[in-house]
T-cell receptor, first 119, second 113 residues
């Protein structure tokens, strides 16, 4: 399977600071990446769809000014949590979409996740 | 119409038994149905996936059964092992909608030795 990495795996930050999380597709190019948030014992909640070279599409209820997404290359997307607060503490997971056959066939691979704790 | 409903919420199986997890969807336009396995503190790992042009796909001990008319699909884990104990998520997506996944609620599987 394809490999997606995330960095950092864990981060602790103080309330009011910003944190950047990187997501990389290591062995394929991904025009589309996704960012999820997961609370304990719950399913994954899609936050936004990130397309290379264009603005991210945010899901309803997700603050775009708080969760800044940049997809500057075909292998890298970043999520910046701005002015973080304790309620932003969560497990953030990215995924990258690998396509072939003119994008008619595709699979989605997830990164290992980033545990964010805001104190 | 975008929902994917997954059951059961939790499942306990004896080692060597068959684990069965079911999912149902509404949107008949979905064209990709993956299953993911997630261990605590880790990201989901793609386990097996199926497209609606086939009714069954098998990879090792894992089999997806797909019933297009009933809008249901299921994961069967044969000869379940303690190492299979994890949370399993079904999902569905649509190529024309960026391929974003609609996830089921998840099933926590415990395989007893």
């Amino acid at each position: 399977g394809a490999v997606v990495s995330q960095h950092p795996s864990r981060v602790i930050c103080k309330s009011g600071t910003s944190v950047k999380i990187e997501c990389r597709s290591l062995d394929f190019q991904a025009t589309t990446m996704f960012w999820y948030r997961q609370f304990p014992k719950q399913s994954l909640m899609l936050m936004a769809t990130s397309n290379e070279g264009s603005k991210a599409t945010y899901e309803q209820g997700v603050e775009k000014d708080k969760f800044l997404i940049n997809h500057a290359s075909l292998t890298l997307s970043t999520l910046t949590v701005t002015s973080a607060h304790p309620e932003d503490s969560s497990f953030y997971i990215c995924s990258a979409r690998r396509t072939w056959e003119r994008a008619l066939l595709y699979e989605q691979y997830f990164g290992p996740g980033t545990r964010l704790t805001v104190t | 119409q975008q929902q994917v409903k997954q059951s059961p919420q939790s499942l306990i199986v004896q080692k060597g038994g068959i684990s069965i997890i079911n999912c149902a969807y509404e949107n008949t336009a979905f064209d990709y149905f993956p299953w993911y396995q997630q261990f605590p503190g880790k990201g989901p790992a793609l386990l097996i996936a199926i497209r609606p042009d086939v009714s069954e796909k098998k990879e090792g001990r894992f089999t997806i059964s797909f019933n297009k008319s009933a809008k249901q699909f299921s994961l069967h884990i044969m000869d379940s092992q303690p190492g299979d104990s994890a949370t399993y998520f079904c999902a569905a997506s649509l190529a024309s909608n960026t391929g974003k996944l609609i996830f089921g609620q998840g099933t926590t599987l415990q395989v007893k030795p």
